[in-house]
């Protein structure tokens, strides 16, 4: 089992730019693929973006295509979501996700196909 461990959550105004790191232990990183998700309050969790194993495929949802970036690193076991232009919109907890996976570029956009979680960490975008 892999535990997750998100920072870099914070309070920011809208226009402006914040870094999601999440920190994985337990186990090497390089069987995963991972994935970010976010939930706003009342509101269901909904998918981010996903890399790959390779960390040569990306996916993102359509409201933050172009203004977020996922990247990992295996070498430090982390994956990243540079976020950039925040809009009120994009306030929410954030989490990162694991799937156990053999593909090198295959990503997964549905939460059931993750098997382990962070804690989360909160973004406030302010208007």
């Known amino acids: 089992q892999v535990q997750l461990v998100e920072s870099g959550g914070g309070l920011v105004q809208a226009g402006g730019s914040l870094r999601l790191s999440c920190e994985a232990s337990?186990?090497?990183?390089?069987?995963?693929?991972m994935g970010w998700f976010r939930q706003a309050p009342g509101k269901e969790r909904e998918f981010v973006a996903a890399?790959?194993?390779?960390?040569?495929?990306?996916d993102y949802a359509p409201s933050v295509k172009g203004r977020f970036t996922v990247s990992r690193d295996n070498a430090k076991n982390t994956m990243y979501l540079q976020m950039s232009s925040l809009l009120p919109e994009d306030t929410a907890v954030y989490y990162c996700?694991?799937?156990?996976?053999?593909?090198?570029?295959?990503?997964?956009?549905?939460?059931?196909?993750?098997?382990?979680w962070g804690q989360g960490t909160q973004v406030t975008v302010s208007s």
């Open positions: 996700a694991v799937k156990y996976t053999s593909s090198l570029t295959r990503t997964y956009y549905f939460s059931y196909d993750y098997s382990d």
């Open positions: 337990g186990r090497t990183l390089g069987n995963y693929a």
């Open positions: 890399v790959s194993w390779s960390g040569r495929s990306t």
